[in-house]
């Protein structure tokens, strides 16, 4: 159900995504929410919240595997394409839920607001680690983490807004250079 939350979440919001919507698309038993969930839709879109974030910082993992030769910039190029290649199957009905989370409730729900804050953290991780991996000074890797997933979540919304890539494909052109040129060389 979890899951089920975390890809109703991407879709439409936390305003658009019903407990009954939740059960219907996990196909789970409806006493099974009072169960798992006795703090209701608040604790269900926390722990959907949590589950993504824990998702996006197993993926970097697997991004750096699959690059020939890790540098950042290709770090943040796969990045950006995991989005860019959603939209282009999804179309932009699809975004992060972490960040819908963040524009629904966050303001009025501080359970919320820490669960997003834990999930950014959770991703931001991994990524400041594999910068660190890749010649970033520590320092310097855990503000380019920040700016990558900044960058990647408001070129998402844009996306999202205008029906069309062009912003993911702008930051990761125009970040590229600026996080390459961070790594320091022996």
Not at 26 to 46: I, T
Not at 93 to 117: H, I, L, M, Q, Y
Request: net charge neutral; glycine share 10%; hydrophobic share 50%.
């Amino acid at each position: 159900m979890v899951f089920s939350a975390a890809q109703l979440l991407r879709r439409g919001g936390v305003g658009a995504t019903g407990m009954r919507d939740v059960v219907e698309h996990a196909r789970a038993p409806r006493g099974s929410l009072q169960h798992y969930f006795p703090g209701g839709k608040e604790q269900l879109v926390n722990e959907a919240v949590q589950w993504a974030g824990r998702y996006a910082a197993r993926r970097v993992a697997r991004f750096v595997a699959a690059l020939p030769e890790p540098t950042p910039s290709g770090l943040f190029a796969a990045m950006v394409r995991q989005w860019t290649d959603e939209l282009a199957t999804a179309g932009e009905t699809s975004g992060c839920p972490v960040a819908a989370a963040v524009v629904d409730r966050a303001g009025a729900c501080e359970s919320t607001r820490k669960a997003t804050a834990a999930a950014f953290a959770t991703w931001t991780g991994p990524v400041a680690e594999a910068l660190t991996d890749m010649g970033v000074p520590p320092a310097r890797a855990e503000a380019l983490a920040t700016l990558m997933i900044s960058a990647v979540e408001g070129a998402l919304l844009i996306a999202r807004a205008e029906g069309d890539v062009r912003a993911l494909t702008t930051v990761a052109r125009e970040l590229g250079p600026l996080l390459d040129g961070a790594v320091v060389r022996d």
